[in-house]
Structure formats: structure tokens, C-alpha cells
């Protein structure tokens, strides 16, 4: 059985940082990509990042270029997202996602973690 559990979400004062871990287990994630995506209230989920298993090859959307990064501990089977210089509008709960191909759309991601909270006060 395949979980991806995130953790990590807080309350965070605008400007602040904050860091999610994505803890994956079940299989080997070899060969896949791995993604965080996020849901604001009232909106539709959206793609934040995502990162080759093997090779660490990264891609962001253009609201989170240059704040936020993604990584992952192929030892440890963990995806983190580093989230800096936060703003109210990155309010959401964020979520981690495997899948078999890079992409963009939540339909190209298999499985996916139950999500974590992150709030960003003005």
C-alpha cells in the first residue's frame, strides 16, 4: 500500500519560512515524479512544484519561482518543500503527489498524501 504522508503546515506570519516534509513509503519511487500541489480556499487545487526522483530535475510555477524549493532524501524516501518569503496568498492546504511522469495536472499524479495546512497571516 502506497502513503504519502505530509507534515509540516503551520500558522506563519507574512515574510516568514516554513518547511513541509512529504515521508513516502510503500514502494519504490524510483523512476517517478514527485509533486506538492495546493488547494486555497474556494479554489481549485494548483501545481506548486515538482522534482525528478532520480536526477532532482525541478520545475515551479511562476507564483513560487524564486521562493520556494523543492528537494528530496532518496535515502530517507522524503519530498520537502522550503517555503520562504511567505504571503497571505500562499494560504492553502499543500499536498504531496507521486507519479509516473512529469506534469502539471493533478490527473498525472497517482497517489497522493491527505495534505497539510499552511496559514499565512498579513
Known amino acids: 500500500q502506497v502513503q504519502l504522508v505530509e507534515s509540516g503546515g503551520a500558522l506563519v506570519q507574512a515574510g516568514g519560512s516554513l518547511r513541509l516534509s512529504c515521508a513516502a513509503s510503500g514502494r519504490t519511487f524510483r523512476g517517478y515524479a514527485m509533486g506538492w500541489f495546493r488547494q486555497p480556499p474556494g479554489k481549485e487545487r494548483e501545481f506548486v512544484a515538482h522534482?525528478?526522483?532520480?536526477?532532482?530535475?525541478?520545475y515551479y510555477a511562476d507564483s513560487v519561482k524564486g521562493r520556494f524549493t523543492i528537494s528530496r532524501d532518496n535515502a530517507k524516501n522524503t519530498l520537502y518543500l522550503q517555503m520562504n518569503s511567505l504571503k497571505p496568498e500562499d494560504t492553502a492546504v499543500y499536498y504531496c503527489?507521486?507519479?509516473?511522469?512529469?506534469?502539471?495536472?493533478?490527473?498525472?499524479?497517482?497517489?497522493w498524501g491527505q495534505g497539510t495546512q499552511v496559514t499565512v497571516s498579513s
Open positions: 503527489a507521486a507519479g509516473s511522469r512529469l506534469g502539471v495536472r493533478v490527473d498525472e499524479y497517482n497517489y
Open positions: 522534482i525528478t526522483w532520480i536526477g532532482g530535475t525541478t
